[in-house]
């Protein structure tokens, strides 16, 4: 059974999530809130998220192994660390029943999306991304509403069918996404900026912050200003380690940037130059976008 | 008249707010709520300022002149950009009544104390910081509860009286702030840190992502991260100037604590030193301390 393009997916329509963290957990809770007809699979890694899954009913039935779970889905969604979908692709590729397609949630694509193409079963696959998350993750910071309003970007391979993208693109408006098609490389490119580098300014800021200002200081001499600027170095270190090393090259342009930016506010206020400074920030407040 | 220390300010008592901008604005809305007993006055540069804030009940009486309005008031607050508050010190103090006691809201402390000690009636002046903001400026933007929980701090200058202390820090209190006794260098030193720095860091980052991706595009692409790491971006260019141009030294040592870090990432990154990387992102992520 196939969703057709649109906003319901078919009734007994089953969908395995794999990894039962934040994004994975939010898809399970969404579908089961927003798609209640379909069935939802869970496989994690220890047996306690999926007993925990279960209990919440956020999954109809779970396994600790994608070969226990992935043969009786429709559609199968990898949850996990950009480098632990790479390994997982091949052997998940090849589970999939014969109208089964695969994807994943991973937050860099070009890496994703050359192994679908060189793997098995590569017309049944297709990378994406919904562009939303949280400092929290774990399976308790699960929310159903995650994807509502959310970019849901699906990057084609060579080899990807019609079929698989209009399946990935019914389960993103399913739960409230908006699909977008892009290329693999531009995705990687674009997100470097408005995502990978937020975080690592962020990282860089709050421990630039903490060198100055003694830990039990912080919070009474901070505002919201700090709150909201260091909320990314919050976020899960090895999740956001593979999503750097699977996006090096745009990363360290999007870095090489900003270090430019900076270097020239820096000047402007080492040599007093109010009109430069005055420009400068005008350029910066006008230049933010937010939707 | 004169408050005792604690959170009811007496009946009768008048308090003058000097700016009537996001800062002014929410002080007063914050004190008819509050403290309904208390007389509030206004100052402002334009006339619809004025008749704005007396159509929507935040004051009692309003004014365009220092002159018109601070000899009746037993508490003057300064809430405008810094360097007006410099250019208002002088004037603003020698029009308090005999026990009247003059403050200000500004962002950066040392040069205003300096002012305060070297200007008239040095032992009634008190410089303060209410550690609280928006990126969203002006009256409109005015909220009652803009202070509740915030940090407010007070440095006092050589000349304060205890008198000058207990006046400024019942203020604080009777609109749900804790008072902080900070020394003025002290004070400009952290919050270079802890809130200049963070604005730098978004303004910079607003233009590094924006010379990557297109205008159209950044609202689609982009998720939470970049919202909340720019939000600081989109402030009061004229009263991020003022702050800037007073407190210069110490953010420039802020900034180059920042660029050292943000070095440190990038270099880690290109050699792809996966264990360097995770331990720096570690120490981002534990650094971080909110309230």
């Known amino acids: 059974m196939h969703p057709e393009s649109g906003s319901v997916l078919p009734a007994g329509y089953s969908v395995a999530v794999v990894g039962l963290g934040l994004m994975g957990g939010s898809l399970a809770a969404a579908l089961r809130r927003d798609q209640p007809q379909v069935r939802v699979l869970g496989v994690a890694r220890r047996e306690e998220a999926v007993a925990e899954a279960l209990r919440s009913d956020l999954i109809h039935d779970g396994g600790l192994t994608l070969s226990a779970i992935l043969p009786a889905a429709d559609l199968t969604v990898l949850a ?5 979908i790479l390994g997982q692709l091949p052997e998940a590729a090849s589970l ?5 397609v695969l994807t994943d949630l991973g937050s860099t694509k070009q890496a994703i999306t050359t192994a679908m193409e060189r793997g098995p079963r590569p017309e049944r696959c297709l990378a994406g991304h919904p562009m939303c998350g949280k400092e929290r993750h774990g399976l308790c910071a699960a929310d159903a509403d995650l994807f509502r309003g959310a970019s849901w970007i699906l990057c084609p391979g060579r080899t990807t069918s019609p079929e698989a993208v ?5 389960l993103a408006r399913s739960v409230g ?10 995705h990687d490119a674009i997100v470097a900026r408005t995502s990978h580098l937020p975080y690592l300014v962020s990282a860089a800021l709050s421990r630039a912050v903490a060198k100055g200002v003694a830990d039990g200081d912080l919070p009474a001499l901070s505002a919201g200003g700090y709150r909201d600027t260091t909320r990314l170095a919050a976020g899960d270190v090895p999740m956001m380690l593979d999503i750097l090393m699977t996006n090096r090259e745009p990363i ?11 270097g020239r506010l820096e000047a402007a206020l080492a040599q007093s130059d109010e009109h430069a400074l005055a420009a400068y920030l005008e350029t910066a407040r006008r230049s933010r976008r937010v939707g």
Chains 1, 2 share one sequence.
């Open 96 to 100: 999939l029943p014969p109208h089964g």
């Open 166 to 170: 209009r399946a990935v693109g019914s």
């Open 252 to 262: 360290l342009a999007a870095i090489r940037e900003m270090q430019g930016e900076f």
């Open 80 to 84: 996990t660390p950009v480098r632990t």
């Open 177 to 186: 996404a908006r699909a977008l098609i892009m290329d693999a490389a531009e």
